[in-house]
């Protein structure tokens, strides 16, 4: 895919966003956190693609591989349908 091919120009860093425990939902903090990097996306970096990378706490490896995976592209699909991110500029990594 082109992602990979694109060269990664900086690092953003955002505050931990939560899920419901053991889940891919986001919970209540959590679509506060998106909200606010939403807002960074659309009115700082606009022109920026953006690698959602998604993660989970200790257990069996592959669940927290497919779980991470999940959390991302949930972060994403938040990003586009609540947001009106176009969806070529947002890519989920577990």
Do not use: C
């Amino acid at each position: 895919s082109d992602w990979g091919r694109l060269d990664e120009v900086a690092t953003m860093r955002v505050e931990p966003i939560s899920f419901d425990l053991g889940e891919s939902l986001l919970d209540v903090d959590g679509k506060a956190q998106v909200d606010k990097f939403a807002q960074l996306l659309k009115n700082n970096y606009p022109q920026y693609r953006v690698a959602v990378r998604g993660h989970t706490g200790a257990g069996d490896e592959e669940a927290n591989l497919k779980l991470s995976k999940q959390r991302a592209e949930t972060v994403r699909q938040y990003l586009i349908a609540v947001h009106g991110i176009d969806p070529d500029r947002v890519h989920a990594d577990g």
